[in-house]
Each structure stands twice: as C-alpha cells, then as structure tokens.
C-alpha cells in the first residue's frame, strides 16, 4: 500500500507555496542515485541519494528515504534518515520518523514526538544581525581587579582643606 503524505503540513501559514503544491521530481523506493540534483520545483525521495540536492522548491524524504547529502531548499520534511547539512529558507519538519544528522540553518523548525535531531541550528535569515554579542570577559573579574587597585593619593593643598571642612 501505497503512502501518501499531505502536503499541507509542510505548506503551512507563512510560507511560500509552489504552484500546486505538485511534486515534479520522485526517487522512487527502490532506486539509488548518487550525484548532485539541482531543480526549480518540488522534490520527493523515497529511496538512498548520495550527493547534493539544490532546489527553489520544498524537498521531501519519505520514510524508506535513506539521504547523504548537503540539501538548500525553500522547505523540508524528514520522514526518513537524512546524512548531511540542511538549509531551508523556510521551515524544516522532522517528522516522528524522522532522523537528521547535521547542521541546520533554517527560518522555522518543528520536531515532532519520535522525531532525532543530532547537530548544530541557527534560526533566523542570513541577513538577520546578532543581537547577543560573544562570549565577553566576566564582570566580576573586572571588578575584582578594580577593588585590588590601590587609589592613588593627591596631595590637599589648602582650598581642598578648607571645603571638606565646610561640609
């Protein structure tokens, strides 16, 4: 039996869809492909890829979907094991049976209960400023170092004298 999965929960609120919402490009179960796949539309794999997969589109890797590869697209969804960085311009889904190993760069990320996550994420655009600075020296050592200071002693002349005592 045949699985199909809806695309509404990848095409969810905010997000571009593609005419359609059709799939142009299938790898079907039972087939392996290695090699760099560069499309403008919509991407489903359900059988082994190595390589790299580029796509204006939305990729998604269906449960039998064994993946080695760096993917950038609009969107993706996880059903399967994927091997390699992702960048989604959007949003990635991994779904229950979803597994990733890699970095992700991505607009929006959702795991769902069951779904394995192994590696390092940054959300937000590329263009999007840091608004935590890095790592800083601690205030307390500066402080520290402050209070450690002995404070130099000025010598009074009579003016100084003569405030201080009117005060």
Do not use: C
Not at 69 to 85: D, H, L, R, S, Y
Not at 123 to 136: A, D, H, Q, T, V
């Amino acid at each position: 039996m045949e699985r199909r999965y809806p695309l509404t929960a990848l095409f969810g609120k905010g997000t571009k869809q593609v005419a359609g919402g059709k799939i142009e490009n299938v790898l079907g179960v039972n087939t392996t492909l290695t090699g760099h796949l560069k499309s403008d539309g919509n991407v489903r794999i359900d059988g082994i890829f190595v390589g790299e997969i580029e796509t204006a589109g939305n990729v998604i890797l269906g449960e039998h979907a064994k993946v080695e590869a760096n993917i950038t697209a609009n969107a993706v969804q996880v059903w399967g094991a994927v091997k390699g960085n992702i960048t989604a311009s959007s949003r990635l889904e991994i779904l229950s049976t979803g597994r990733v190993w890699g970095d992700i760069m991505v607009a929006s990320l959702l795991i769902d209960e069951g779904g394995t996550f192994r590696g390092q994420s940054l959300m937000g655009s590329s263009e999007e400023r840091f608004l935590i600075e890095g790592p800083r020296e601690p205030k307390i050592e500066i402080v520290k170092l402050q209070e450690e200071e002995e404070p130099e002693e000025k010598p009074q002349d009579d003016k100084t004298d003569k405030k201080e005592q009117v005060e």
